[in-house]
């Protein structure tokens, strides 16, 4: 007996036209859920639907730009039709309905005044509030408005914009100072929002009113243009800067549930489960750091010095006691290397810098003064004492990133272009390897070093590392010519052996570990920098040691790190 119709195949028999559309609709999904362009064959496997019936919605799908396809390779992508329609959903979104359950779910949790703001002739207007009764209370700021460069929200907002449109609205002439900690340079205040920007959250401390402060993150929407900022704002004796930056990731988090409301933004945390943890990793340096990194061991202090890159700060630790000392800096900073004549070399947001003792910073170099968009990242010297240091885009834009070589007399090489996120480096013991970490591509190069020269060449993949695997960051090298690299959101680090092949993965209490380095007596020990930035607070819950420098026993020995020589 013939099997009887199913109700959706009588309900697609009687709207013509049905069954073509949910195919279609099936096989838009498949292109745009690949991570590359896709060949016919496979989108033949994957539908399952006859070759011509494939062909025949393939080529409608691209006729009506839905998709499109590289005659040259043979291949299918998303075409421009799905991206016009994101401009339309949201162009017609509400973002006060979006952000009402979010504006009653931070009043509920802190017990303060949550504004919701946008940006409106060169100024933030508080379209929306929630209060909570209190002793003192924030008068009601619906309709009002507020100046960018001097409240959190103005500046989470502002740091978001494009860099011609920001100078446009927050000229420096036009900076006026509320009280005296309002900001009214125009240079501090452009890297203040540089550093906004990558920490996700602004912060205002009485720099609009006296007693009053806040903290505040920008709602963005699927081009990571503002559509406005959420914030948290109340009395300084409730709020000191401490706890604004402990709300940091309260307001972040609420940001992109808003965003979330109208466009499901991909911008959630990944986080794999929780590994099972090495029984001897332990914490060396408590903190609660945004991001550290670069960590590099001083044999001759048996002290650790590292960077918070968004504190912006550099740190030298005893890992024996736990003490730390920081010195802060006023920039964006990616590492910090000893001087052999004494102090450091630091690579801040605007160039490669001396660090006296004191905390006084003096410019060796600036090989990037004309591309203002970008910052260094990290950075390390070669047994020569030459510092080697990468850049990358501040809004982290791919193939701007450059590599650069600063030799002893301060003079800088450029010696490889084209990278999205600069990170990691590390030479072989036999010094005829270096290893470059491009996080934004998940891959850590190898080039031919020549120790003599200085130079690099033959550059290729050593490791790339899978989708869902956790993204290469910092990286050490050990006395075997094993490569060690700390794995962003993979909860490890990974040693590779000179093949590329994994030899061993370390499970870490911590979704971000961002570098690592061998020290201690006999430089066993391996130190790890963590980041705690835009982790939610149930994450943080389940990975308190987030922001401190890890350490373990690595079983084998490091090799010495080298001072900057000039």
Known sequence: MAKSASKKDREDAAQPGMQALTRGLAVVDMVASAEKPQRFTTLLDQSGLPKGTLHRLLQTLVDARYLALDEQLQTYRLGSRPFELAHRVWDQFDLRGAAEPELVRLRDVTGETIRLGTLSEGEVLYVDQRSNPQPLRIANGVGSRAALHATAMG??????????????????????????????????????????????????????????????????????????????????????????????????????????????????????????????????????????????????????????????????????????????????????????????????????????????????????????????????????????????AINTAPGQGNLWRVDADGSAHLMDRGFHISNGLGWSPDDRTMYFTDSGTREILAYDFDAASGGISNRRTFVSFDEGKGVPDGLAVDADGFVWVACWDGWSVVRFDPDGKVDRVLNLPVPRPTSCAFGGADLSTLFITTARIRLSSQVLAEAPMSGSVLAINAGVKGQNETCFAG
């Open 155 to 392: 500046k989470a907002i502002a740091a978001h914009l494009g860099v011609a449109e920001r100078h446009r609205l927050v000229e420096a002439d036009k900076l006026t100072a509320f009280t005296g900690r309002t900001v009214v340079s125009g240079g501090d205040l452009d890297q203040q929002l540089n550093i906004i920007k990558a920490r996700g959250y602004a912060i205002s401390v009485e720099e609009m009113h006296e007693g009053i402060s806040g903290v505040a993150a920008a709602i963005l929407d699927h081009q990571a243009e503002p559509l406005g900022a959420v914030g948290i704002v109340g009395p300084s004796f409730r709020l000191p800067e401490e706890k604004l930056h402990e709300l940091g990731r309260e307001v972040i988090e609420a940001a992109r549930r808003i965003a979330g409301n109208i466009g499901e933004l991909a911008m959630s945390i990944s986080v794999n489960p929780r590994p099972e943890t090495a029984d001897d990793v332990r914490v060396a340096v408590p903190g609660a750091d945004f991001l550290a990194e670069g960590p590099h061991w001083s044999e001759n202090r048996q002290r650790l010095h590292f960077v918070d890159i968004l504190a912006p700060a550099v740190i030298t630790s005893d890992p024996e006691t736990g003490r730390r000392d920081e010195t802060e800096l006023p920039e964006l900073v990616g590492c910090v290397v000893p001087r052999a004549s004494g102090g450091f070399v630091v690579a801040t947001e605007t160039g490669v810098k001396t660090l006296s003792e004191d905390g006084a910073l003096s410019v060796i170099c600036e090989p990037e003064a004309d591309m203002p968009g970008n910052r260094f990242n990290d950075g390390k010297c070669d047994r020569q004492g030459r510092f080697w240091v990468g850049s990358l």
